[in-house]
């Protein structure tokens, strides 16, 4: 296991402290001899890890990513996308007899799960979503920036001090807002920021959503070229 999952099992095995659950640590050597990058191999990786383990296990719930499955579900050009787009297909061909594997609150968006999510206390303290190898939330890579506004939406923030700098984002809102009106204006935007962005587009100011639209035209025009 490398430093940062070091790093992220300390903060699982802090949490199960804390809340009495049990708690299994995997360890593998399969990104140094196998690389594939994650968003290509997550659930394929997951299901490798648990099946190693299948003794342990009669069902596995998989958390889906909160992509609404009826507009994103495709298996056409499946090796450009996140692999999370087909797990409701996927994860059913790791099944065997004595494991299965179902896809948990698929019928859930994002944002309905962080809804929920905001009312249960040890998520305030040990909530972890960062993409960044830094240890705790950085609160600016694309996820703890989509999770704090999706908690910003829901007037739940203030709750997660202990998981993320609140101040910092409160201080830098407008460049987290423009993020989210590029990700709602740009045709290849991150789906997940899509219901963020319409429950706060009341509190985007119209300023920040042409800055944020001539930005995504910009990068488009960029990558046509």
């Avoid at 996140?82 to 594997?101: E, H, M, W």
């Avoid at 709750?159 to 987290?176: E, L, P, S």
Wanted: aromatic share 12%; hydrophobic share 40%.
């Amino acid at each position: 296991m490398d430093e940062m999952g070091e790093r992220q099992a300390g903060h699982a095995r802090r949490f199960a402290e804390e809340t009495g659950l049990a708690l299994i640590v995997g360890r593998s050597n399969l990104r140094k001899a196998f690389y594939i990058p994650h968003w290509l191999s997550c659930t394929y990786s997951n299901a490798f890890a648990v099946l190693a383990l299948r003794k342990l296990w009669k069902a596995y719930y998989c958390a889906s990513s909160g992509e609404e499955l009826s507009s994103t579900f495709t298996l056409k050009d499946n090796d450009l996308h996140d692999v999370d787009r087909y797990d409701l297909l996927s994860l059913d061909c790791f099944s065997i007899p004595s494991l299965r594997f179902y896809l948990e609150g698929c019928t859930q968006t994002c944002l309905e799960k962080t809804r929920e999510l905001a009312d249960w206390p040890p998520a305030w303290k040990y909530l972890h979503v960062c993409c960044a190898d830094r240890g705790p939330n950085c609160g600016m890579c694309a996820k703890c920036v989509r999770t704090q506004t999706t908690l910003d939406a829901l007037g739940a923030l203030r709750k997660f001090g202990q998981a993320f700098d609140v101040d910092a984002y409160y201080a830098r809102r407008k460049k987290n807002l423009t993020w989210l009106a590029i990700q709602h204006f740009s045709p290849k935007g991150d789906i997940l920021s899509e219901e963020v962005y319409q429950a706060m587009r009341a509190q985007i100011p119209l300023s920040v959503k042409i800055a944020a639209c001539f930005r995504a035209f910009r990068r488009r025009f960029r990558r046509e070229r």
